[in-house]
């Protein structure tokens, strides 16, 4: 009865979400490549706050039905599915005591096609379907506290339906940068002579996984980032700033994040995010995102998401929003690794304060109790006499009486 119960659950929650979906507008996909590339640099920058140790990053988005994030073309709706798969991959060596190289190299492949997959696209007619690889190089001073990165992006269009969507270049190389002194970074990204994103980040909250505190004041102080981004609207430029607060509210387990455009749009999204453990191995949120993209309706999109170690299910959450065209209204599953490590063997999940807590067994070699032991073991077990005194009987050893042809043994020897 409770098996026939949960499955009728959860067919009435993916109808809902069928439903309740918005199509995704085409101009979406079209417009998907600043933000993927942007999503990956800030991934990059959260990773290179220590610059040792290592990181890895598995995603594969799925959903289900093929009614369930339809697109919305200038020929009306079709069935299929919006995906987006993505790695990341970062690993240093120690050079010196105090210096450390490090590699890194970040993958996603989104877009939307008309069938399913898990590693190679169909390529249907009204398929657009787009990719970004990000690498590079990085130095980290533990002494100073100080680290400098830089690499390359390449944005490939490896698909888009003729009839579908306006013509884009079908490969983009890009260079980017990253600086960072103690708690201030710098990060820019950069097409030929123009830049497309700068950003800086003023990461004052203390993490006890990178030397700070472990709690006290210093802890409740924010995370503030302000990125300018170069977006062009006909032959004009269109740039904004958008703002990000991060706050921690009770104990690094609680936290608050709000983003707001300027100089125009105004509040952007904001989330509040509880960990139950400050190493963000497994995380509830839930978010509120104004939406003003398609239609220019200045609603307010609600929801949330719920993140495991392996799994991770949301619901208009304001990051699904962002990064996966638009899509509303609809439950997104997503298969997923990520963890991070430090050079001395502590584990933690992106962007965390503290490592995971790992239970270790000390304990003390007593050699006077062990030789004892071990005495005793050897003499065999003890009596007692009637005045309560100890009395050893030893084994092995044997005494024979001396006399004519006879000699004494002891244990053989």
């Known amino acids: 009865m409770k098996t026939g119960l949960n499955k009728i659950l959860l067919l009435l929650a993916l109808a809902t979400g069928v439903a309740f979906a918005d199509p995704i507008p085409a101009e979406a996909l079209t417009q998907g490549g600043l933000p993927m590339r942007d999503r990956q640099l800030r991934d990059i920058g959260l990773v290179l ?19 369930q994030l339809q697109l919305k073309s200038q020929y009306g709706v079709h069935n299929g599915y919006a995906f987006r798969h993505h790695y990341g991959v970062f690993g240093s060596w120690v050079l010196d005591p105090v210096s450390h190289f490090g590699f890194l190299t970040w993958f996603d492949r989104t877009g939307w096609d008309s069938q399913d997959f898990f590693f190679f696209p169909h390529y249907g007619d009204f398929a ?48 980017w940068a990253h600086a960072r002194f103690k708690n201030v970074s710098f990060q820019g990204s950069f097409y030929r002579n123009t830049f497309q994103t700068l950003r800086i980040s003023l990461e004052l909250e203390s993490r006890e996984l990178y ?15 302000a990125t300018i981004y170069r977006r062009k609207t006909g032959d004009d430029d269109d740039n ?11 104990k690094q387990i609680l936290y608050a994040d709000v983003s707001y455009d300027f100089p125009d749009d105004g509040f952007r999204s904001a989330a509040l995010k509880y960990y139950p ?25 609600w929801g949330g998401a719920i993140d495991l170690l ?104």
Not at 211 to 225: E, F, K, R, V, W
């Open 240 to 250: 904004f700033i958008r703002l990000n607060w991060e706050q921690n509210l009770y």
């Open 128 to 175: 657009h379907i787009s990719s970004a690889l990000t690498w590079g190089f990085s130095y980290t001073n533990s002494k100073y506290d100080a680290t400098v990165a830089l690499g390359l992006q390449h944005q490939n269009l490896e698909k888009a339906g003729w009839r579908a969507y306006p013509h884009e270049s079908d490969s983009l190389l890009f260079y």
């Open 310 to 413: 392996f799994l991770r299910f949301a619901y208009n959450s304001a990051f699904d929003y962002e990064n996966m065209f638009h899509a509303k209204g609809t439950f997104i599953v997503e298969f997923k690794f990520n963890i991070g490590s430090t050079p001395d063997g502590k584990f933690f999940g992106r962007g965390a304060p503290k490592a995971a807590p790992m239970e270790t067994t000390q304990s003390q070699f007593d050699m006077k109790k062990f030789m004892k032991n071990r005495t005793e073991q050897n003499m065999g077990t003890p009596t007692y006499d009637a005045q309560g005194n100890k009395i050893l009987h030893a084994k092995g050893i044997r005494y024979e009486k001396e006399g004519a042809g006879t000699t004494s043994n002891e244990g053989g020897y």
């Open 49 to 67: 706050r220590g610059g040792r140790g290592g990181f890895i990053d598995i995603g594969y988005t799925y959903t289900p039905s093929s009614e």
């Open 277 to 301: 453990d400050p190493s963000r191995m497994i995380g509830f949120e839930a978010s509120c995102l104004r939406r003003h993209e398609r239609s220019g309706a200045k609603d307010l999109l």
């Open 211 to 225: 030397g700070g505190a472990g709690n006290g004041i210093t802890t409740y102080l924010p995370n503030l980032s």
